[in-house]
T-cell receptor
């Protein structure tokens, strides 16, 4: 399972409140990613990181920020949650084997914004 | 740009039926292609992959062949089981870019 955990696994919050989701990995992978999964959209990339303090935006980054102060932790923050951010959030790492990068996913966090 | 198109579901089959889930792609450059599976309430798991034209990825009885001439990577299984019920995602990655997913196809297998 590539040693990825996410916390919390479920969260219900109210519009306008800040929310932080945590992704933790135990295998020292350099690349980490945050995706959101919505019906009819598949998975869409929010932000990714290519090292400590090195991050970049993905396809749907508006309203989200990230931080990576340690290799093992990648945090996703919703500064002021909105109902449109109700979704399932997945963290992933990238592992290189045989010259090819393959992504492995965490178990997900289901976020509901009321 | 890069994109993936999957057949829309849901796909409903009886146990032991033959499965095909179509996937076609558009890419600049030479992508690697992937199938991921998501069982109810779980995260995505890599099912199989292929990194160059004519490669065949296989795992757990599932197969997919990278067809450059038709830009396709169709998923097949000869005899599905109830335990195969899940959502299947086709994805591509061009080197140096992010993974691009299709919208997913829900498979439901009944006994």
């Amino acid at each position: 399972d590539a040693g990825i955990t996410q916390s919390p696994r479920h969260k219900v919050t109210e519009t306008g409140t800040p929310v932080t989701l945590r992704c933790h990995q135990t295998e020292n992978h350099r690349y980490m990613y945050w995706y959101r999964q919505d019906p009819g959209h598949g998975l869409r990339l929010i932000h990714y990181s290519y090292g400590v303090k090195d991050t970049d935006k993905g396809e749907v980054s508006d309203g989200y920020s990230v931080s990576r102060s340690k290799t093992e932790d990648f945090l996703l923050t919703l500064e002021s949650a909105t109902s449109s951010q109700t979704s399932v959030y997945f963290c992933a790492i990238s592992e290189r084997t045989g010259g090819e990068d393959t992504q492995y996913f965490g178990p997900g966090t289901r976020l509901t914004v009321l | 740009g890069n994109s993936v198109t999957q057949m829309e579901g849901p796909v409903t089959l009886s146990e032991e039926a033959f499965l095909t889930i179509n996937c076609t792609y558009t890419a600049t450059g030479y992508p690697s292609l992937f199938w991921y599976v998501q069982y109810p309430g779980e995260g995505l798991q890599l099912l199989l992959k292929a990194t160059k034209a004519d490669d065949k990825g296989s795992n757990k009885g599932f197969e997919a062949t990278y067809r450059k001439e038709t830009t396709s990577f169709h998923l097949e299984k000869g005899s599905v089981q109830v335990s195969d019920s899940a959502v299947y995602f086709c994805a591509l990655r061009v080197k140096g870019t992010a993974l691009i997913f299709g919208k997913g196809t829900t498979l439901s297998v009944s006994s």
